[in-house]
């Protein structure tokens, strides 16, 4: 965040507000991680601050403060929309493009009040008043970190604050191992474990908390995964009869893309999964290396993210898109070799 950007924060934020931090839609760590901790310090700093989420998110993150005061747009839309367009100051966090907040971008677009982007995403429509966006950052939670710092009040960081940056950048980075892990996002976990954050609980609550359900399914992801060596690519599939089966619940299918990346020489890992109630397929991209998997996605299925972590959807069977995708592998061939 430049001193520009921070001293109109500061003047903003010179009275008390009252504010909506909206992360996007099918909200992970890194959305209710980075909304909560910075909701936690507005608070702080004696704002009227509220965390509304487009749907809901899963029982691994139930646990990060605050939680429990969360409203979920999709199940009170009437309450969420009054605080949203009550709001004096509005924060978008962990997207780039108004569409990314699903069902609340009608809501969004009547905002009158200023809006304050943070987000790491590539592309970033330009919508808000003030837009702190880094597409080096590891997560918009080391963002939150930042924004604080700027405002000089990283000493106030408390133990919730702490507790819930640590978890959006934990499950951004994957466990600190991305490429866009910094010596600066070590340092900035360091600070937060100082602080409070309490590092081994957490990624106990986050990662060690599978249901016989979520394993089962993981078996079945796993013998769906095909390996085109040709493309150093694996791909899953999991259609919605494979999710029933197996009881799935919100959040089971999390990392399971990346099962693909752990293959030697697998440099692009994709998942398809089914859909019935939206009646799509919702992919999830990753690549290591330079193979940049938001241009993939925003070429080819109407989506985007990250070089190396994208997501997208077809409107396509599983079958057909499966092979629309093989299809288009060969385009890439020598990229994907490199
Ligand atoms: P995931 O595969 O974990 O859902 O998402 C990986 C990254 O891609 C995240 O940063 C997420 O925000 C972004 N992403 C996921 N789905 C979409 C999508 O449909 N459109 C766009 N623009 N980005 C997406
Ligand atoms: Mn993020």
Redesign the pocket.
Known sequence: MNLTQAQSVQQLLSRPQKIAIVP?K?P?GDAIGSSLGLCHYLQLKGHEARVIVPNDFPKFLKWIPGTQEILIYEWDQSNAEKVILEATVVFTL??N?LS?SGAVEKSLQKVSAPIVMIDH?QAPHDYASITYSDVSMSSTAEMVYNFIEALGDREIINADIANCLYAGILTDTGSFKFASTTSRTHRVVADLIDKGASNSEIHNRIFDTNTPDRLHLLGCALNNMVILPEYNTAYITLSQDELDANHFRKGDTEGF?NYGLTLENIRFAVIFIENRDEGIIKI??RSEGEFSVNEF?RAHF?????TN?????SELSMEETTSRFVALLDQYKSELAK
């Open positions: 996007h099918n992970d962990d997207f493009d990314r995403h893309v999830s991209f996605a109407q989506g985007g993210g990250h972590a994208a997501g997208g959807k």
